[in-house]
């Protein structure tokens, strides 16, 4: 049955994110015409001001507590985060962890296609240049390495979530995990998917490779009580009564150098992740009894709550303007329509805002590329 509190979460993330998308992304949109590492500084601003507001949602509204543990972060390095899967909600959650001990700014996502034509969500989600994949490596890999290519070449600092798990955690994907295992000898896990070590292991070569990489934190996440799987379990009004999150951060220098030896460190942290997990659903709920990170937060937690604070009160006050300015305004309801028609037309016709974005990058490079291979020419 619907919850007043679920439909009001969900309700409030919707249309913050849709009519942030029309009038506060849209207008800048142009500016990746003429110095995309300029566009990508500004966006990448204004859709964190957004990821705010489910923080502030979860944590001030419906009372959600978060304990982490571990390592913590070191503010603004660059990294890539891996993380399992435990509900299809896991990313979202996350943005609690990463305001307190990192910038929201910094972070992109892989995760699958289908969630760029989400009106709202999935708009700013392209402005936002997060990664996205059919989830059938032949097809991602060009894709996905052209993404990190863009960033190492724009000097970008990103932390890049993945799932290397590829799903998240259910009866069907643990009995497909199961057959894996038995196929290749390998054990059977309880709490967590055995993971996919080939986009891993590209992606750290990749930024490793373009100098854009400081570190991989592994991130293991667990829910003691209420595990929402899906949005309809948060439309029930199923919230999370505790989030933990247990932080090993691994600096780029540690990491093994070989292909095959990386993927053998990727697999050795998910039988961590296995028994980590088995004690804290056996044992007492917790990973670490003290409560807290070895490394201290970078946000103290009276900032914390005036940013949450600040984010209800602008959202809140940004949405009730939006529907009064179009109530009154006939001009800003053709603008929205023609807005929207071309979010939906653009991602139809050239597969996203990303995309658009690479190709701008690519096409104000041309004359530098031309100039370079006429002096290779010229020095033969």
């Not at 303007?321 to 653009?346: D, E, G, H």
């Amino acid at each position: 049955m619907a919850s007043l509190r679920g439909i009001y979460f969900l309700t409030t993330l919707f249309l913050g994110s849709f009519f942030g998308s029309v009038f506060m992304l849209a207008p800048f949109l142009p500016l990746m015409l003429i110095s995309p590492a300029w566009y990508r500084w500004l966006t990448d601003r204004i859709v964190a001001i957004w990821l705010t507001l489910p923080v502030a949602l979860l944590e001030m509204v419906f009372g959600a507590k978060v304990v982490i543990t571990g390592d913590g972060f070191i503010p603004g390095e660059r990294s890539v985060i891996i993380m399992n899967h435990r509900t299809r909600l896991d990313w979202m959650f996350l943005w609690d962890c990463l305001l307190r001990y990192s910038y929201l700014r910094l972070e992109k996502i892989c995760l699958k296609a289908t969630l760029k034509a989400v009106p709202g969500f999935g708009w700013a989600m392209q402005v936002a240049s997060f990664i996205f994949i059919h989830r059938k490596w032949e097809d991602d890999r060009r894709h996905v390495g052209a993404m990190l290519d863009y960033f190492c070449a724009i000097r970008e600092p990103l932390q890049l979530l993945i799932f290397p798990e590829g799903t998240d955690l259910t009866a069907n994907t643990r009995a497909r995990s199961d057959v894996f295992a038995e196929k290749n000898g390998l054990q059977k896990y309880e709490y967590v998917l055995h993971p996919r070590t080939t986009g891993f292991t590209f992606i750290v070569e990749s930024l490793r490779k373009g100098d854009n990489l400081d570190a991989v934190h592994d991130i293991t996440v667990a829910y003691p009580q209420n595990i929402p799987q899906t949005e309809r379990h948060l439309v029930t009004g199923q919230f999370p009564r505790e989030i933990h999150f247990h932080v090993q951060r691994y600096p780029v220098k540690a990491l093994p150098e070989g292909t095959t030896e990386l993927q053998d460190w990727c697999q050795e942290r998910w039988r961590e992740k296995e028994q980590r997990l088995r004690d804290f659903y056996t044992g007492g709920h917790c990973f670490d009894t003290s409560g807290r990170s070895r490394i201290p937060p970078c946000k103290s937690e009276f900032r914390v709550m005036l940013i949450k604070m600040a984010s209800l009160v602008y959202w809140t006050g940004f949405i009730m303007l939006s529907f009064t300015a179009l109530y009154y305004s006939s001009l800003l309801r053709y603008y929205l329509l023609l807005v929207t028609v071309f979010f939906v037309a653009q991602e139809r016709v050239v597969g996203g805002l990303e995309v658009l974005e690479l190709a701008c990058h690519r096409w104000r490079n041309l004359p530098e590329k031309a100039a370079a291979a006429n002096e290779t020419e010229k020095s033969k």
